[in-house]
């Protein structure tokens, strides 16, 4: 276990959803130190949190230590991430006044980890200027604050205060605790999930992909340093933080936006299924049910990657090829093909691989002629391991 979280967890009716980030991360195997307030524990009881994060939690700063270290200096320091999920107004008002009066607050002044700030409260709280005042001077301290989203609060009322999202709060701690920054100061575009072809307003052609793999990449490389585009078709996925993220649906749409942003990056990884063919004359108004069959003629949506090779000058130029047959061949003729400098090639009938799956078995095929041949494992290691790979490339030009 190598990385630290201590969570602090605060009086709010939401403090239940911090039990799901707990096991949230605990299942990544990162060690969770949970420091509740008193107010917190008439939420949730310390018990629940100390069977999901599978350590004492800690309330009282005055209780007997069990051993010599003073516990609110050594969680401090044994912070990797120090993540307050949810933050009530009072305690916020607390740390952006100095005040350290308990575990968590004493906690959060001694560390030099980076601090995450999740507030939750009525909306009315939460406009309060004295609030928003002290929301202000955290970020100006360089706390990270993840802002709470519109919706129907506990209390009744409508509007912003409803804690943000578990998995985006996680997504924002794992960016946190990455250390290995070797993608700073670089411009990643990254393309995931599939596009969809209209038929006529109501109907649509598309494919399985469900974006995990371009989605994943995308996560790797803002995590180690990069500045990254994720041009996606219509996934289910949440959208990673901190990345500029550009919605399109159609072959075309993803063409456009690509184009767009392509000359500005250095690496481009195109890991999105785009649909080769698309519907020729598609109706602007609903097709009814009046003939016994009906003919839907396709015809070619513009290469994507192909125009990529084309226009490629100082770029790093990855592709995917999801296959059935004869993968390396087909893999290398792609590669070729269409000038990039590396291919992550896919059989997509094998198991537990592809479409929809969390884990995949690709074998990357290099411009140099080497294969690397890798295990079937999650697609969010794969993403680090092709990242890995894209650096020792050597590019042709
Ligand atoms: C039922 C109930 C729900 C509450 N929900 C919130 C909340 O969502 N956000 C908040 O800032 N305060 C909320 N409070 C008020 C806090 O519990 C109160 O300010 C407390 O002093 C916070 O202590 P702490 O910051 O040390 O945890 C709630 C209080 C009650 C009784």
Same mark, same amino acid.
């Given at each position: 276990m190598s990385k630290n979280v201590v969570l602090g967890v605060t009086g709010g /009716?939401?403090?239940?959803k911090a039990l799901d980030l707990v096991s949230k991360l605990r299942k990544k195997d990162i060690n969770v130190d949970v420091i509740m307030t008193e107010s917190a524990t008439k939420f949730v009881t310390p018990l629940s949190f100390q069977s999901l994060s599978q350590n004492q939690v800690i309330v009282?700063?005055?209780?007997?230590?069990?051993?010599?270290? /003073?516990q609110h200096i050594s969680l401090a320091d044994k912070a990797d991430v120090l993540a307050i999920v949810p933050a009530t107004a009072n305690v916020i008002g607390k740390i952006a006044n100095g005040i350290a009066d308990d575990m968590l607050t004493t906690t959060v002044m001694a560390t030099k980890a980076p601090v995450l700030i999740a507030p939750a409260m009525n909306v009315n709280m939460y406009e309060n200027p004295i609030v928003q005042r002290n929301i202000q001077i955290l970020k100006q301290y360089g706390y990270h604050i993840i802002e709470p989203i519109e919706g129907r609060l506990a209390c009744g009322y409508v509007g912003k205060g409803k804690l943000n999202d578990i998995d985006l709060i996680f997504d924002y701690i794992e960016m946190l605790l990455e250390?290995?920054?070797?993608?700073?100061?670089k411009r990643v575009l990254v393309t995931a999930g599939p596009t969809v072809e209209y038929i006529d307003p109501v109907r649509f052609i598309s494919n399985r992909s469900s974006g995990k793999m371009g989605y994943a990449i995308a996560r790797a490389a803002r995590n180690r340093g990069a500045e990254v585009i994720l041009i996606t078709g219509p996934t289910n996925l949440a959208p990673p933080v901190g990345v500029k993220v550009i919605r399109v649906k159609t072959a075309e749409e993803m063409f456009k936006e690509v184009m767009k942003y392509y000359p500005e990056v250095d690496i481009a990884i195109k890991a999105a299924a785009v649909a080769d063919y698309k519907v020729e004359g598609t109706s602007k108004v609903k097709i009814k049910k009046t003939e016994d069959s009906f003919e839907l003629k396709l015809i070619k949506n513009k290469d994507i990657l192909q125009e990529m090779g084309k226009a490629k000058s100082k770029q790093i130029l990855v592709g995917f090829a999801a296959e059935t047959n004869d993968l390396i061949k087909n893999a290398k003729l792609k590669l070729e093909g269409k000038n990039l400098d590396m291919i992550i090639a896919n059989?997509?009938?094998?198991?537990?691989?592809?479409?929809?799956?969390d884990t995949n078995t690709v074998k990357i095929i290099k411009n140099d002629g080497q294969i690397i041949q890798l295990p079937n494992m999650l697609k969010e290691e794969l993403a680090n391991i092709i990242l890995n790979y894209i650096l020792e490339l050597k590019v042709k030009r």
């Amino acid at each position: 276990m190598s990385k630290n979280v201590v969570l602090g967890v605060t009086g709010g /009716i939401a403090a239940y959803k911090a039990l799901d980030l707990v096991s949230k991360l605990r299942k990544k195997d990162i060690n969770v130190d949970v420091i509740m307030t008193e107010s917190a524990t008439k939420f949730v009881t310390p018990l629940s949190f100390q069977s999901l994060s599978q350590n004492q939690v800690i309330v009282d700063m005055f209780l007997e230590p069990k051993s010599w270290e /003073i516990q609110h200096i050594s969680l401090a320091d044994k912070a990797d991430v120090l993540a307050i999920v949810p933050a009530t107004a009072n305690v916020i008002g607390k740390i952006a006044n100095g005040i350290a009066d308990d575990m968590l607050t004493t906690t959060v002044m001694a560390t030099k980890a980076p601090v995450l700030i999740a507030p939750a409260m009525n909306v009315n709280m939460y406009e309060n200027p004295i609030v928003q005042r002290n929301i202000q001077i955290l970020k100006q301290y360089g706390y990270h604050i993840i802002e709470p989203i519109e919706g129907r609060l506990a209390c009744g009322y409508v509007g912003k205060g409803k804690l943000n999202d578990i998995d985006l709060i996680f997504d924002y701690i794992e960016m946190l605790l990455e250390k290995k920054k070797d993608y700073l100061g670089k411009r990643v575009l990254v393309t995931a999930g599939p596009t969809v072809e209209y038929i006529d307003p109501v109907r649509f052609i598309s494919n399985r992909s469900s974006g995990k793999m371009g989605y994943a990449i995308a996560r790797a490389a803002r995590n180690r340093g990069a500045e990254v585009i994720l041009i996606t078709g219509p996934t289910n996925l949440a959208p990673p933080v901190g990345v500029k993220v550009i919605r399109v649906k159609t072959a075309e749409e993803m063409f456009k936006e690509v184009m767009k942003y392509y000359p500005e990056v250095d690496i481009a990884i195109k890991a999105a299924a785009v649909a080769d063919y698309k519907v020729e004359g598609t109706s602007k108004v609903k097709i009814k049910k009046t003939e016994d069959s009906f003919e839907l003629k396709l015809i070619k949506n513009k290469d994507i990657l192909q125009e990529m090779g084309k226009a490629k000058s100082k770029q790093i130029l990855v592709g995917f090829a999801a296959e059935t047959n004869d993968l390396i061949k087909n893999a290398k003729l792609k590669l070729e093909g269409k000038n990039l400098d590396m291919i992550i090639a896919n059989d997509v009938t094998e198991e537990n691989s592809g479409f929809d799956h969390d884990t995949n078995t690709v074998k990357i095929i290099k411009n140099d002629g080497q294969i690397i041949q890798l295990p079937n494992m999650l697609k969010e290691e794969l993403a680090n391991i092709i990242l890995n790979y894209i650096l020792e490339l050597k590019v042709k030009r």
